[in-house]
């Protein structure tokens, strides 16, 4: 399952990042400009303003507020019909046992101990552990003037 969301996520960047974009932004943007153009030209209307101003800005907002909702209603049906095309069926349980093994092992192994090898310690041989004596501490360098707290990095 992992491999497979790997194989996915090696794409090209940017490859089918804009039609979700736009499914996004394109409601939105077009409903906000809808509001304010619609409530300026209905301010002009009431303020009787002369020429054709206050008519444009009304019939603009009407028509961004078609936009939106054309386009806020395709969104839709693009996330509803890819939530039914990935519906199928469920994992099997070993499947689902597995991965969670993996998800558990996989901080340890990318993360953790590759950071631990790169950076053994002060002392490469010894071990600092939190049952250690305090006179097998060493002082932190950075605090050596300061004070004489023990530290283990």
């Not at 077009?30 to 009304?58: E, F, R, W, Y």
């Not at 090898?117 to 002392?123: C, L, N, V, Y």
């Amino acid at each position: 399952m992992r491999g497979a969301a790997r194989h996915e996520a090696r794409r090209l960047p940017g490859t089918g990042e804009l039609l979700p974009a736009l499914a996004v932004l394109t409601p939105l943007v077009a409903g906000t400009s809808a509001a304010a153009l619609l409530l300026i030209g209905g301010l002009l209307h009431v303020a009787d303003a002369l020429g054709p101003l206050p008519g444009s800005l009304v019939a603009a907002g009407w028509t961004l507020a078609l936009v939106a909702a054309l386009t806020g209603l395709v969104g839709l049906a693009g996330l509803l019909y890819t939530g039914l095309r990935r519906r199928g069926a469920p994992p099997a349980a070993d499947q689902v046992e597995h991965a969670r093994l993996v998800r558990r092992q996989e901080p340890l192994g990318r993360g953790m101990l590759p950071h631990l090898r790169r950076h053994p310690g002060p002392h490469p041989g010894t071990a600092i552990t939190p049952c250690s004596p305090p006179d097998t501490l060493t002082p932190c360098p950075a605090r050596a003037r300061e004070d004489r707290t023990p530290c283990s990095d």
